[in-house]
């Protein structure tokens, strides 16, 4: 293992972590405008840790919708994670109950990408534990930054927080919309369908159950079948 080799994974661990993690401001605010309180937003970003889930949870919440339909949007959208897991298992070989508890905490969009882009298996250990460690304290760092800086907010500013967890799916979104990104058309159609789906059963059902028809909704309809090779 080259000592530039390490120290470049490492940058690219610790980079990203500390970008990831800055957008924990975001969840506190966006909590703290569904009424949670500082200490509830940060169970969550503690116990939680998995941005999309977390933030589709206080989106439903601040919506007006149930508990029930807000854990089930937030269930649905972390069940990718299982997905990732069975891929990083593998390649991390964590050892022990404890390692992997641990381990399966970690396990999210931004440390299974660094893992699996690593060269060998032991820098992809140094880049999921790096880039974990750092999200992980960057984001419960922020996460209550945003939750304090939120509460003191009144007047336009806090009325404004209406638009964070919008904003924060479309920042997520975005990138996977865009030409250079592996199968963007397939991705394209996927929220698209997913969009329509939600806009046309949001007049008639509870907040939250629209989000959960959508996703079910995309997983019912399969990824498209490639096309056959012209002969």
Not at 16 to 42: I, R, S, T
Not at 99 to 122: F, K, M, N, Q, Y
Request: proline content about 5%; glycine content about 12%.
């Amino acid at each position: 293992m080259s000592a530039p080799t390490r120290s470049t994974v490492l940058r690219d661990a610790i980079g990203l972590g500390l970008a990831v993690g800055l957008y924990g401001a975001a969840f506190g605010a966006a909590a703290d405008a569904a009424g949670l309180d500082v200490w509830q937003a940060m169970t969550l970003s503690a116990l939680m840790f998995t941005g999309a889930s977390q933030f589709a949870l206080v989106g439903v919440l601040g919506a007006g919708g149930s508990a029930l339909a807000a854990v089930g949007s937030a269930l649905l959208l972390g069940t990718r994670n299982t997905v990732y897991g069975v891929r990083l298992v593998p390649l991390l070989r964590p050892r022990g109950v404890l390692r992997r508890l641990g381990t399966a905490h970690w396990v999210i969009d931004e440390t299974t990408a660094l893992s699996i882009a690593a060269p060998d298996r032991g820098l992809a250990r140094l880049a999921f534990l790096a880039g974990g460690a750092s999200i992980f304290l960057m984001w419960n760092a922020t996460t209550a930054i945003g939750a304090l800086g939120a509460a003191a907010l009144t007047g336009p500013a806090l009325a404004a927080l209406d638009a964070v967890v919008p904003a924060a799916f479309l920042a997520l979104l975005w990138p996977r919309l865009r030409a250079g990104f592996p199968e963007a058309g397939v991705q394209l159609r996927v929220a698209v369908g997913g969009a329509v789906v939600a806009l046309a059963l949001t007049p008639f059902v509870p907040a939250g159950v629209q989000v959960i028809a959508a996703v079910v909704a995309v997983a019912l309809a399969g990824r498209p079948k490639p096309r056959a090779a012209a002969r």
